[in-house]
């Protein structure tokens, strides 16, 4: 199985960039490469996809963040990263990890991002 801890959050003022990490370590194969993510929680209590990064390197953004947060991985440190530059007050949220093994979903418990003047 696999786990996921999160780091990064914190308090920032409007404009300002914020990287969050998280990094997986765990029971599964090692150097297998996974299908990561990060989630944050969208009016209605839905799970939002901010940013995703499959095995093949192909990544996704929520049209809300797209030309100011990049997701990337570091594949030899288990390692992913989203870089958040121009950071608005309504991206306040838990920001939560995600991979993908053997078809499962694991999530890390979230790291808070607060941004406020």
């Known amino acids: 199985q696999v786990q996921l801890v999160e780091s990064g959050g914190g308090l920032v003022q409007p404009g300002g960039s914020l990287r969050l990490s998280c990094a997986a370590s765990?029971?599964?194969?090692?150097?297998?490469?996974?299908?990561m993510g990060w989630y944050r929680q969208a009016p209605g209590n839905q799970r939002e996809l901010v940013a995703s990064?499959?095995?093949?390197?192909?990544?996704r953004y929520a049209d809300s963040v797209k030309g100011r947060f990049t997701i990337s991985r570091d594949n030899a440190k288990n390692t992913v990263y989203l870089q958040m530059n121009s950071l608005k007050p309504e991206d306040t949220n838990v920001y939560s990890c995600?991979?993908?093994?053997?078809?499962?979903?694991?999530w890390g418990r979230g790291t808070l991002v607060t941004v406020s003047s």
């Open positions: 995600n991979a993908k093994f053997r078809g499962m979903d694991y």
């Open positions: 990064i499959s095995s093949g390197g192909t990544t």
């Open positions: 765990g029971s599964f194969f090692y150097g297998y490469v996974m299908d």
